[in-house]
């Protein structure tokens, strides 16, 4: 079956510690797209991308990285520079197409200790 | 993205219709009317979307106002699962070849009631 995934579902990090979040897609899907949501709130864009080797920053980039080496692949870095980078995090791919809807993975729920 | 702007919260009768407005005055004559919905700790799921045309599929009714400054999704028959929030959004199409950022807002939490 086609589909977005992400991993872990659950990961803890110590502070100070880079924590890289897996996503990965199989279906042919040109952009995609991190983003946060804390409780209570929506999603807010961290990274997107278009097309492979080439991203943009969203509306809250500082703090993470991320890059788009393969079409499937587009893995999320959270660095130590991310003040509170504690919350749930989630990937979603679109064809590119501007009239196609968005998938999304279940989201990795990172808690830094 | 063409702004949306959604109420915070709504409530529902199970088995009653539920509908839940969202205004994008700002949209551009291209930009589609996407509504996602997100049971809580899970990623957002497609509901429905439209351009000008009033739009119905297994899930739900999409009504979009002539000027397409504002739509309604329509659950004709809320159960207590359709609890969750609901995202309105109108990203921009750059000519139905790509679109670039793809911004949500806070969406409508809408509660069913037994």
């Known amino acids: 079956d086609g589909g977005i995934t992400q991993s872990p579902k659950y990961l803890f990090r110590k502070e100070g510690q880079n924590v890289t979040l897996s996503c990965e897609q199989n279906l042919n899907h040109d952009a995609m797209y991190w983003y946060r949501q804390d409780p209570g709130q929506g999603l807010r864009l961290i990274y997107y991308?278009?097309?492979?080797?080439?991203?943009q920053k969203g509306d809250i980039a500082e703090g993470y990285s991320v890059s788009r080496e393969k079409k499937e692949s587009f893995p999320l870095t959270v660095t130590s520079a991310q003040k509170n980078p504690t919350a749930f995090y989630l990937c979603?791919?679109?064809?590119?197409?501007?009239?196609?809807?968005?998938?999304f993975g279940q989201g990795t729920r990172l808690t830094v200790v | 993205d063409a702004k949306t702007t959604q109420p915070p919260s709504m409530d529902c009768a199970e088995g009653r219709a539920a509908n839940l407005p969202c205004n994008h005055s700002?949209?551009?004559?291209?930009?589609?009317v996407y509504w996602y919905r997100q049971i809580h700790s899970q990623g957002p799921q497609y509901i429905i979307h439209g351009l000008k045309n009033n739009e119905t599929n297994e899930m739900a009714s999409l009504i979009i106002t002539e000027d397409r400054k504002s739509s309604t999704l329509i659950l004709p028959h809320a159960t207590l699962r359709d609890t969750a929030v609901y995202y309105c959004i109108a990203p921009t199409n750059a000519g139905g070849t790509s679109y670039g950022k793809l911004t949500f807002g806070q969406g409508t939490i809408l509660t069913v009631h037994p």
């Open positions: 700002t949209i551009s004559g291209n930009e589609y």
């Open positions: 979603a791919s679109t064809l590119g197409r501007g009239d196609t809807e968005a998938f």
């Open positions: 991308s278009q097309i492979v080797n080439d991203f």
